[in-house]
């Protein structure tokens, strides 16, 4: 069965620290790609989405991810992080073939202190 | 404002009771989605529709039940054979596209004492 891998379940940094989040997922196919952020008390939020073109595809906030196809990773980064980027962060996937169901990983929490 | 709402924000039940929780869009949205959220589980797929008097179940559909009587609503009943209710649930719907980028409600705290 397809699924997706969020391997840090909890990460907390400094303010000005960067920020790299793992995604991997298990399909060989064509796939569309996202990554979606829970603030504290807020709705679920699409941050950024990859579906074709260039693999570095940047979000809000300033936070970016790169699709590498040959790793089946979507690992979100962001150089400089802010107490404000507290929050839950979840990787999903969704395969072209059957596009109505997104396949959400585990979520990253993330805390930052200032 | 366009968006989707959820209703209540908390909702408790006694054990054995069924409970439905409301979802509306007003996004005109053809396709809807309920999941289930438990910390360190991320988000699984309950039920979803496609369209109006349609719906299929998702990963855990055990235990619960919907309806899609009109495009703006789809409710989800937790039924007593759900043996663990107690969850935050979150609906979502999108636009009819190649993209399916979902967007979601506030979200739905249930808790069965």
């Known amino acids: 069965a397809q699924s997706v891998s969020q391997h840090n379940h909890h990460v907390i940094l400094s303010e000005a620290a960067s920020l790299e989040l793992g995604c991997n997922y298990s399909?060989?196919?064509?796939?569309?790609l996202f990554w979606y952020v829970q603030y504290p008390g807020q709705h679920l939020q699409l941050l950024l989405k990859y579906f074709s073109g260039d693999p570095l595809v940047k979000g809000i906030k300033g936070f970016e991810a790169e699709f590498i196809k040959s790793k089946f990773s979507f690992n979100l980064r962001k150089p400089s992080v802010q107490w404000s980027d507290t929050a839950e962060y979840f990787c999903?996937?969704?395969?072209?073939?059957?596009?109505?169901?997104?396949?959400f990983g585990t979520g990253t929490r993330l805390q930052v202190f200032p | 404002d366009g968006g989707i709402t959820q209703s209540p924000k908390y909702l408790f039940r006694k054990e054995g009771q069924n409970v439905t929780l409301s979802c509306e869009q007003n996004l005109n949205h053809d396709a809807m989605y309920w999941y289930r959220q438990d910390p360190g589980q991320g988000l699984r797929l309950i039920y979803y529709?496609?369209?109006?008097?349609?719906?299929q179940k998702g990963d855990i559909a055990e235990g619960y039940s919907v309806s899609r009587e009109k495009k703006e609503s789809f409710p989800l009943t937790v039924t007593s054979a759900q043996k663990n209710p107690t969850a935050f649930y979150l609906c979502?719907?999108?636009?009819?596209?190649?993209?399916?980028?979902?967007?979601f409600g506030p979200g739905t705290r249930l808790t069965v004492l």
């Open positions: 979502a719907s999108r636009i009819q596209s190649s993209y399916n980028e979902q967007f």
């Open positions: 529709s496609q369209i109006v008097n349609d719906f």
């Open positions: 999903a996937v969704n395969l072209l073939y059957n596009t109505d169901k997104l396949i």
């Open positions: 399909y060989g196919g064509t796939v569309n």
